[in-house]
């Protein structure tokens, strides 16, 4: 890449007006006008029952909920790390994104939380790899299929 193509990259990701996002299914990059792309978010989020407005304090009580879990499981006998690693050292609140689906009419989107660095990051991978995994009809891939 040229100087110029490397700085032209780098305006575009550093742009505030725009939202840059993969299209659903890895089928190209989709640019569009950050205000759009909120407005149509937020549509999307108050249009369904998947998602409740919170007062602010989701965050808290997810962090009293997984610790008071970690405490008690502590207390039934786990040990202290499995403890340690359940509660959050530095929790984040999740973020919401969404991808369009270009190759569908209408570009309807893909809503996609990320639950990354969460109060129950930790909480749900413990449970994923002990619970879900351990299922007779648990499939890991599609080789495993």
């Known amino acids: 890449m040229t100087k110029d193509e490397k700085n032209a990259?780098?305006?575009?990701?550093?742009?505030?007006s725009i939202v840059i996002r993969p299209?659903?299914?890895?089928?190209?990059?989709?640019?569009?006008?950050?205000?759009?792309?909120?407005?149509?978010?937020e549509q999307e989020i108050g249009n369904c029952d998947t998602y409740q407005r919170s007062d602010g304090n989701g965050q808290q009580e997810a962090e009293r909920s997984v610790k008071k879990v970690a405490n008690r499981l502590y207390k039934d006998h786990f040990c202290l790390e499995l403890r340690n690693y359940?509660?959050?050292?530095?929790?984040?609140?999740a973020k919401l994104k969404r991808n369009p689906k270009i190759h569908k009419e209408?570009?309807?989107?893909?809503?996609?939380?990320?639950?990354i660095g969460t109060a129950t990051e930790n909480m749900?991978?413990?449970?994923?790899?002990?619970i879900v995994e351990?299922?007779?009809?648990?499939?890991?891939?599609?080789?495993?299929?």
């Open 9 to 16: 990259i780098t305006s575009l990701l550093n742009d505030p």
């Open 23 to 41: 299209a659903d299914k890895a089928s190209g990059v989709v640019v569009e006008d950050a205000e759009s792309f909120l407005l149509k978010l």
């Open 86 to 93: 359940l509660i959050p050292k530095h929790a984040t609140l």
């Open 106 to 115: 209408g570009n309807p989107m893909k809503t996609i939380v990320n639950g």
């Open 124 to 130: 749900a991978r413990v449970a994923e790899r002990e």
């Open 134 to 145: 351990n299922t007779p009809s648990y499939v890991r891939d599609t080789t495993d299929f």
